[in-house]
C-alpha cells in the first residue's frame, strides 16, 4: 500500500480534526477548519453557505441529535478529496423540521467528500441514505400519526 503524500497527510490530519471537533462539538474549531464553511447535504438537497448558515445547522442538528457522533470506517483520498466513510449515531431529542423529538437512535451509514483546493477545505459533501435514517427515527410511532409528523419532513 502506497504512503500517503504530504498533501495528503495534512488534508487527512484536518479531516480527522474536523470531525473530532463536530463530536466535542467546538464549533468553533469546526469552523476554522475551512475558510468559507460550506456544506452541501446531498439527501435534503440543502446548503449551507457561510459561518452564519453552518452554525444554524450545527445548531439545529445538535437540538435534534445532542449527542451525534461519528465512527470513521475508512478514509480515502482522491486528486481534490478525502473521502470519509462512517457511521453517524445519535438520538432523537429534540425536533428536527417539525418532526417532534422520538427518544429513538439511529446508526446510518454516510460517505462525506471533503473537497480542497490545495491545502484549502472548500466543502463538505456528505451522502447518505434519507429514508433508512427516517425509518429508525419512527420506530415505534403509532402508524396513524405518521402523516402529520412525515409530512412537515416533506414540505
Known sequence: ?????????RRERLVLDHFADETRQDFDAVLHTFPHPHYEIVATGEVFDGQEAVRQYYAATRTAFPDQRHEIIQLRHAEDAVVVEFWLLGTHR?????????????????????????????????????????????????PAALPALVGGLLA
Do not use: H, W
Open 1 to 9: 500500500m502506497p504512503t500517503p503524500t504530504d498533501l495528503q497527510a
Open 94 to 142: 429534540g425536533a428536527l423540521k417539525g418532526l417532534p423529538a422520538t427518544g429513538n437512535t439511529f446508526r446510518c451509514r454516510m460517505v462525506a467528500f471533503f473537497i480542497f483546493e490545495g491545502d484549502t477545505l472548500v466543502c463538505e459533501r456528505p451522502y447518505f441514505d434519507s429514508l433508512s435514517l427516517l425509518k429508525q427515527l419512527l420506530v415505534g410511532v403509532p
